[in-house]
């Protein structure tokens, strides 16, 4: 597959400082000086790491364009781009970036409770500073394996009264019950962090109509491919091709060999650069970016993961 079709950034690496185990923050900014464009909280920018692309939410100011800041987490086990980023980026050396894209906005609401675990603190970072100088109500629970390996909570902890650190090693899995049940009318709740906790707080949400929640995942839920799939035809109007989509090939790769001009960084159903909008057919949604009412009105597919259900999907490509 070739390389990502977005624009890129010319960017240098500022400042670098282990802040947890095994999480490095890393301060980049425009090579050459000037302004890096501006971005929201719940942003995140893509690496481009030596042929991986990988994406990283902003946790730093999101009101000064002079530097961006990550937090990356190492993991050994992971698909090598933590890994090339502990290991290829210094103090000084030179890294194209993109631009900031958000899929992970935050809302206007009377209140807002953040649920993070592990580096899922990075985007909830700079959305708890965002609303803490606005009359908000606000409140996080911030959970990790222990208190050495959870970035920021130190700085933190300073909220006396609405941050509660509780490392698992101590206080046990987060109380999302407790949570829950303390979450005043109208309040909404974002929550980032590993599978298993994002699992968690949607099925005990589900349970309380009403309840507005906002997740950020690290990877799609669904794989790629399973056993069951099935072969379709994805019809492009914009190119005037029909692409068949074998069963266990992406939308996205039978684009690209047939020559459909096509945007993509992941491929993993993180990043959305590849969105496009769908004209008509069944999406079957695999991607970890759209929430359930988007998934229902299926306007757009992330055709790195996502499929078709129908035997044929028309989009605006």
């Not at 970036?97 to 906005?105: E, L, Q, T, Y």
């Not at 394996?145 to 987060?174: C, K, T, W």
């Not at 914009?238 to 960084?265: C, H, M, R, W, Y």
């Amino acid at each position: 597959m070739g390389q990502s079709s977005r624009a890129s950034i010319d960017a240098r690496v500022a400042r670098r400082e282990e802040i947890a185990e095994g999480v490095i923050s890393l301060e980049l900014v425009a090579l050459g000086g000037g302004s890096l464009p501006a971005w929201e909280c719940g942003a995140h920018i893509d690496l481009h790491l030596k042929g991986r692309v990988r994406q990283y939410s902003l946790c730093g100011d999101s009101f000064s364009r002079d530097c961006y800041q990550i937090a990356v987490l190492l993991q050994p086990q992971g698909r090598g781009g933590s890994s090339a980023v502990h290991a290829m980026l210094h103090e000084g050396d030179e890294i194209k970036i993109g631009s900031p894209r958000n899929h992970f906005k935050l809302v206007d609401a009377p209140g807002y409770c953040f649920i993070a675990g592990g580096i899922g603190i990075t985007p909830i970072r700079s959305m708890i500073q965002c609303v803490a100088g606005q009359n908000k109500e606000w409140v996080l629970y911030y959970g990790g394996r222990n208190i050495n390996s959870m970035a920021f909570s130190e700085e933190l902890s300073s909220y006396v009264g609405q941050v509660h650190v509780l490392p698992e090693d101590e206080h046990g899995l987060l109380p999302l019950e407790s949570i829950l049940d303390e979450l005043p009318q109208g309040h909404v709740i974002y929550c980032c962090g590993p599978e298993n906790l994002l699992a968690a707080v949607e099925s005990a949400t589900k349970k309380r109509p009403g309840v507005e929640l906002h997740v950020e995942r690290f990877s799609s839920p669904v794989p790629k491919h399973l056993p069951d799939d099935l072969p379709f035809d994805v019809i492009c109007v914009d190119s005037g091709k029909t692409v068949p989509v074998g069963s266990q090939e992406t939308i996205l790769n039978a684009l690209l060999a047939a020559g459909v001009d096509a945007s993509f960084d992941c491929c993993e159903g993180t990043c959305g650069t590849c969105e496009i909008e769908v004209i008509d057919g069944d999406v079957d949604h695999r991607d970890a970016i759209l929430t359930g009412d988007q998934r229902a009105a299926s306007r757009v597919i992330f055709p790195c993961v996502s499929r078709s259900r129908s035997t044929r999907l028309i989009l605006d490509i």
